[in-house]
T-cell receptor, first 116, second 116 residues
């Protein structure tokens, strides 16, 4: 089956530190890959995505590169801010034959806390 | 414009009671998904609607769970004879069309269900 494994938190960093959240996946086909973020008290929102191998998704200073050879999509940011404190979810989407459903398969989430 | 909305935001019920959870997707979004997130777990797919049809119900955990969608708009997730293991946050997401796995899903704030 399809699955996503991401590093479990919580992760606590000081402001301006470098962030890496590891994410690896297994998939029966060729997935699209996503990072979603959930800020405190808010709903899930898309942070970035990549749809094919070697693509780099980027947004708000965050980056992740689709690595097919290592089945990974690690999230990085060079200098985190207090406002980046949130829960980050790695996810994949595939075409499921017959139903045309592009359901997302999520990792368990990584809680990031950034302290001043 | 309005995002995805869900009601109620919180629901506390007694074991054995039925509950209905509502989702109002973004206007014009034909694809609608229900997910749930149990404590300490990632999001689990429940059901997918394309228009008013549900071609993928593979994630519904038991026959106590059902969902419908009307007018290619509002969706209701019904849980009959609730059990304590049904306690979770139930999330609804919509996307413009199921045109591909790269399509962004927009999430509502969720309904937190607690079964006593």
């Amino acid at each position: 089956g399809n699955s996503v494994t991401q590093m479990e938190g919580p992760v606590t960093l000081s402001e301006e530190a470098f962030l890496t959240i590891n994410c690896t996946y297994t998939a029966t086909g060729y997935p699209s890959l996503f990072w979603y973020v959930q800020y405190p008290g808010e709903g899930l929102q898309l942070l970035l995505k990549a749809t094919k191998a070697d693509d780099k998704g980027s947004n708000k200073g965050f980056e992740a590169t689709y690595r097919k050879e290592t089945t990974s999509f690690h999230l990085e940011k060079g200098s985190v801010q207090v406002s980046d404190s949130a829960v980050y979810f790695c996810a994949l989407s595939l075409i499921y034959s017959g139903a045309g459903s592009y359901q997302l398969t999520f990792g368990k989430g990584t809680k990031l806390s950034v302290i001043p | 414009g309005a995002g995805v909305s869900q009601s109620p935001s919180n629901k506390v019920t007694e074991k054995g009671k039925d509950v209905e959870l509502r989702c109002d997707p973004i206007s014009g979004h034909t694809a609608l998904y229900w997910y749930r997130q149990r404590l300490g777990q990632g999001l689990e797919f429940l059901i997918y609607f394309q228009g008013n049809s549900a071609p993928d119900k593979s994630g519904l955990p038991s026959d106590r769970f059902s969902a419908e969608r009307t007018g290619e708009s509002v969706s209701t997730l019904t849980i009959q004879r609730t059990q304590q293991e049904d306690s979770a946050v139930y999330l609804c997401a919509s996307s413009h069309v199921a045109g591909g796995p790269q399509d962004e899903q927009f999430f509502g704030p969720g309904t937190r269900l607690t079964v006593l």
